[in-house]
Structure formats: structure tokens, C-alpha cells
């Protein structure tokens, strides 16, 4: 199966009376009910298709300096028209969260401007919320620790467009969802609270539900991931111990774990296999630091 993590995924925002409703990927945000959490109703005959937002997840202290540079580079783009930044440690002091939100201003532009939300929680379900200052149909939905090319921005942006009721990404392994309720949702949220992981695999079980179609999945030029455990050196060390991916072989294995128990909860699996990758080029992979140099991350050095 081709499914994506939520390092980086595009989403489509459309409302449905569907309750329900992730390294980048497009994925269904569906107008939730009856849910505390996910109260924000969207008219779609409001959200422009011309522009995409962007929200990016935020909790380590450490990832600060690169969240500002990523965020700064996405409210360069033309294809952009909000940036909306999710903080979901509550115990970040507020002195630097101003910080964070001054430095944000700075690099935040008229046409697409820069928000900071603290959240209460630090559940990863709220990186799929309705939010009343996104009003795109499409949501760009990444991690802070993945830098990406302008270019590839815009090309993953125009596939979905050929493919608007399809998740779209990068990363070729995960999954990703959003608000809704009723006791099985519930309880697969839930899951993801408990473990702090599968967020973005909850979210392809959904949509792959929903559409009966896999993910597609698309090549980047050059996207740097800071947080891939295939990265050496002191460069970016900080970055990479503080994600989710740095428990290696427990990480994986419990991802394993998750894709069972959502399959336990719904009675049926939803995932969809895809084949193949969309590119605008050839020889495009993720960077990673080995040896001191900046490499596709599968290269070999020699001793």
C-alpha cells in the first residue's frame, strides 16, 4: 500500500454529512457535529481553489528556530494564502510563545500571514481540526521538521488539482483524518491520544473510506527532513532526537500495531493499494546528513 505520513500532506476541505472527519497530503475535512473540539461549521461555497493553506505542528522548544525559517519560506509562496502554526504543548511558558509569535510576525506577509494557535492538549488529532481562518479547499499539512522546495510545492498543488478527492504526498508509508464523532471515531482518536503516534495513518483509513481510492504520490526536487532517523552528524542532531521517528524500530512497530486495532475498531479495512509516482523530474529524494555532506538520504558513503 502507498500511503503517506504526516510529514507532509495536502488536504481537501469539503463539508459533508459524513461525521468524521497527514511529511505532504491532500486529504477530506469534513464538517464535524456534536463535536467539542471540532465546533468551526465551513460553508464550501466559500473556499478558494486558487490558493492552499498551510498548517505545521509545533511542540518541541528545540524545533523553534527551524519552525520560523520553514514558516517563513511558506509565506514566500504565491501559492499560499495562510500559515497557520499549531502549538500543542501546554507546558511552553508564555514567555516564549510571545517570542514565537513576534518572530512570526516578522516573517508573516499581507498576502499570507502567519498565526500561532496554542493549543490545550497535546494531542495530534489537532492538527486536523476546522479552523475558521483556513478558507482554502486545499491544506498543505506538515510537520516542523521538513523543509521543501517552493517548486515542488506548486507542482504537488496542480495534482491535486487533477485529483481533488485523493489524499496527495511525498512520503511514501503513511496515512493520515480530521473531526467528527460518534463512539468508533472516538475511540480511534483516542488511540492516537493515548500513543502519541498514528494520527496520519487514522486519517488514509478515513478518507480511503470515504472515496474508495488510494493516495497519490508525488517526487520532490529536493526536500530536506531534518527529523529522518537516517540523518548522522551534529548538524540538525537536536531536530532529529526530538521526532517521533527517533524511536526507530519501537516507532515502526507500533505503527504496526495502530493499522491493526483501527482495522479491530471499524470491522473492515479501508486502505487502498497505489501504484506508482507522479514527478516533475528525475532523481528527486529526500536530503539527510551523512558524513558531514548533505545526501539523498538511501546514498551510500563510501569509508
Known amino acids: 500500500m502507498n500511503n503517506f505520513r504526516a510529514k507532509l500532506i495536502f488536504t481537501l476541505i469539503i463539508i459533508s454529512s459524513f461525521n468524521y472527519l497527514p511529511g505532504l497530503v491532500f486529504s477530506l475535512r469534513l464538517n464535524p457535529h456534536n463535536s467539542n473540539s471540532c465546533d468551526n461549521k465551513v460553508d464550501p461555497r466559500t473556499l478558494q481553489s486558487d490558493q492552499m493553506a498551510v498548517v505545521i505542528n509545533g511542540y518541541s522548544e528545540r524545533r523553534i528556530p527551524l519552525l520560523q525559517s520553514i514558516a517563513a519560506r511558506y509565506s514566500a509562496s504565491a501559492s499560499v494564502s495562510t500559515i497557520l502554526i499549531i502549538w500543542c504543548n501546554p507546558s511552553t511558558p508564555s514567555q516564549t510563545l510571545s517570542q514565537l509569535s513576534y518572530n512570526l510576525s516578522i516573517y508573516s506577509t499581507i498576502n499570507a500571514p502567519i498565526s500561532l494557535i496554542h493549543e490545550r492538549s497535546q494531542s495530534l488529532n489537532s492538527r486536523f481540526y476546522p479552523r475558521e481562518l483556513i478558507d482554502t479547499r486545499a491544506v498543505l499539512i506538515c510537520d516542523d521538521d521538513v523543509e521543501l522546495d517552493s517548486k515542488s510545492i506548486n507542482f504537488a498543488f496542480n495534482i491535486w488539482k487533477s485529483n481533488p478527492d485523493r489524499l496527495i504526498g511525498f512520503f511514501a508509508r503513511s496515512h493520515a483524518y480530521g473531526c467528527g ?123
Not at 488514509?204 to 529522518?228: H, I, M, S, T, Y
Not at 529526500?286 to 558513503?301: A, R, S, Y
Open 181 to 303: 464523532s460518534g463512539t468508533v471515531i472516538e475511540e480511534l482518536r483516542k488511540i492516537v491520544d493515548a500513543d502519541k503516534n498514528c494520527e496520519d495513518i487514522l486519517m488514509n483509513f478515513l478518507v480511503a473510506d470515504k472515496v474508495n481510492a488510494g493516495p497519490v504520490l508525488v517526487g520532490a526536487e529536493r526536500v530536506r527532513d531534518w527529523g529522518d532517523a537516517r540523518n548522522e552528524g551534529e548538524v540538525g542532531k537536536e531536530e532529529r532526537e526530538v521526532g517521533l521517528s527517533s524511536r526507530r524500530g519501537d516507532h515502526r512497530k507500533r505503527r504496526g500495531e495502530c493499522i491493526r486495532e483501527f482495522h479491530r475498531i471499524l470491522g473492515r479495512m479501508p486502505l487502498r493499494y497505489s501504484y506508482g509516482k507522479v514527478v516533475n523530474s528525475v532523481g528527486e529524494q529526500g536530503l539527510c546528513e551523512k558524513g558531514g555532506k548533505l545526501v539523498f538520504c538511501d546514498q551510500q558513503l563510501l569509508k
